[in-house]
């Protein structure tokens, strides 16, 4: 049995060049609200004189990441409300074989 996967046609060849592309274009939009917000609040904490260090990039890519997750919850990304917990745990299940594929050191695993 072959595990290869077939050659797409020339029309599902652009279906999939058109994705792709309109993926590329709304990372690159993430990434740069990312930014925007992280450069916004820290000119504005400058600009009253603050102390305090604005928030790392982190700190934004954290808050739409839990935004994005609860909307592919199908709940209200401001109240969490109405959402469904069988789409929530296969989320967090892929997550973590995200996590277990590229990031577990799987040799010192084994060694155990």
């Given at each position: 049995m072959s595990n290869s996967c077939p050659v797409p046609t020339p029309a599902e060849r652009?279906?999939?060049?058109?994705?792709?592309?309109?993926?590329?274009?709304?990372?690159?939009?993430?990434?740069?609200?990312?930014?925007?917000?992280?450069?916004?609040?820290?000119?504005?904490?400058?600009?009253?004189?603050?102390?305090?260090?604005?928030?790392?990039?982190?700190?934004?890519?954290a808050v739409a990441h839990q935004k994005l997750f609860v909307r592919l919850c199908g709940a209200d990304p401001e109240t969490f409300r109405g959402g469904n917990p069988d789409i929530a745990a296969r989320i967090i299940q892929n997550a973590q074989n995200i996590s277990d594929h590229y990031w577990t050191d799987k040799d010192a695993a084994e060694g155990d």
């Open positions: 652009q279906y999939l060049d058109i994705l792709s592309r309109a993926e590329q274009t709304m990372l690159a939009t993430i990434y740069q609200a990312i930014e925007d917000a992280g450069r916004q609040a820290a000119e504005e904490l400058r600009s009253l004189g603050s102390e305090e260090r604005p928030p790392a990039e982190e700190y934004f890519a």
